[in-house]
């Protein structure tokens, strides 16, 4: 029977915005998202992160139910305008005490801390004073704002975060609108992207320089959903991995190739920033792992003009500018969000990684499903999620049986949170997995991963 490898990392994830709440308390600047979410119609419902689930006030019970589970690592994010109000110029130390506490906490608790700098939460400040993630000065601001953190607590933080899912802010922030800042454009997201990755590279640029001696590792995390070709025809397996590139190599190739994919460069012209030759030697290595957060598979089918029409949420970026046609499988299961539970596109997705940047060591530092439930008794029958889980770890043990460096799995997310533009109402938090016996994966004369319950704050908080 293959098993995980004894030095596995079995983790879970939340971000600060989701989960924090205090959106006004000691000091704390207001981000896009406190300026987004409380927009009418931006937001399902109307609800907003301004309480979430109160994890400022309540994070060493928090960090107890962690314990009580097993769990080994928590990869959390930092919020930016909790520690830099305005982005820039004064700090909070009351914020930077918080995040202070919740290390030593962790520690305390034998948990291993992932931090994030960036899950989305930009300080508002900078988007109305300096165009945010478009302005020319973002990059360094975000480099200070990181060395900020090194400094205060690289000494027991060894494993680091640049950007959660920069597809997102570029693509759904700037793209199509969905997400703060809230922007339309076709070209915006390339913009976007481009200092982004700037950002990450001058913040790893002064980690390794800097702080060398705190003998820790740093990375970045994008986000991809496999692309499978609709049919045999060339043109459908051209369109997937046209599909993949858009997506996930938009990103991943300046880091590990050291320039955007010609796929790109030849689609989208002026409309894609160019890199100088010192960008490209300073992006170049600038992550020490590659992070992934996946979820879901997709078919992929040359678009012969159909893309135009498709959201954003089914693609990996602008469709016109790919002109890739995606669909599901009528027999796939489906979650809340309508993403399809297909456990062997990741097994492909790992394997894809693994071949196009030469075995890198791989830690899904996202991947989870959200049901609704029906609490009895403080327990929910769970059936869909348990095998959920159990299907996509079996596929990521067949791909590390296969020779990919998959070296941990982070589960999303810890507890149920505020789900952006969806508000309150997807479900993907866990309260309890026995993540002990995750390592004896497969077991198929039990149910190996535990009965899967989840706390109820939010409900009791109306």
Known sequence: MHQFPNNFIWGTATSSYQIEGAATKD???????????????????????????????????????????????YRFSI??????????????????????????????????????????????????????WLGDS??????????????HFGDRVKHWITLNEPWVVAILGHGQGVF????????????????????????????????????????????????????KRSEDQEAAERALQFFLAWFADPIY????PAVMKKRLGSRLPQFSTAEKELILGTSDFFGLNHYTTMYAAHGDGRSKKQSVYGNGGISEDQDVHLS??????????????????????????????DRPPIYITENGCA????????????????????GYLTACLDAISEGVQLKGYFAWSFMDNFEWASGYDKRFGLHYVDFETLERLPKESARWIGQVMRRNRLNEQG
């Open 138 to 151: 973002i990059a360094d601001y975000f480099a200070t704002y990181a060395d900020l953190c090194f400094e």
């Open 371 to 390: 049901y609704p439930d029906q609490v009895v008794d403080g327990k929910v029958d769970d059936q869909k999620r348990v095998d959920f889980y159990r």
């Open 257 to 260: 190739k050291g320039d955007y």
């Open 27 to 73: 000091g704390k600047g207001p981000s896009i998202w406190d300026a987004f979410s409380s927009i009418p119609g931006k937001v399902h419902k109307g609800e907003t992160g301004a309480l979430a689930c109160d994890h400022y006030h309540r994070y060493k019970e928090d960090i107890q139910l962690m314990k009580a589970m097993g769990v080994k690592a």
């Open 328 to 357: 599901q499988d009528k027999s796939w299961d489906l979650t809340s969000m309508n993403w399809a539970v297909v456990p062997w596109g990741c097994k492909k997705m790992l394997k894809w990684i693994d071949a196009r940047y």
């Open 180 to 231: 703060a800042p809230g922007r339309n454009s076709n070209s915006e997201p390339y913009l976007a992207a481009h200092n982004l990755l700037l950002a990450h590279a001058k913040a790893v640029q002064i980690y390794r320089k800097k702080y060398g001696h705190q003998n820790g590792q740093i990375g970045i995390t994008n986000n991809c959903d496999w692309r499978e070709p609709l049919t």
């Open 79 to 132: 919020a930016w305008p909790r520690v830099l109000p305005t982005g820039k110029g004064a700090i909070n130390k009351r914020g930077l005490q918080f995040y202070s506490d919740l290390i030593d906490e962790l520690l305390k608790a034998d948990i291993v801390p992932w931090v994030t700098l960036y899950h989305w939460d930009l300080p508002l400040a900078l988007q109305m004073e300096d165009d945010g």
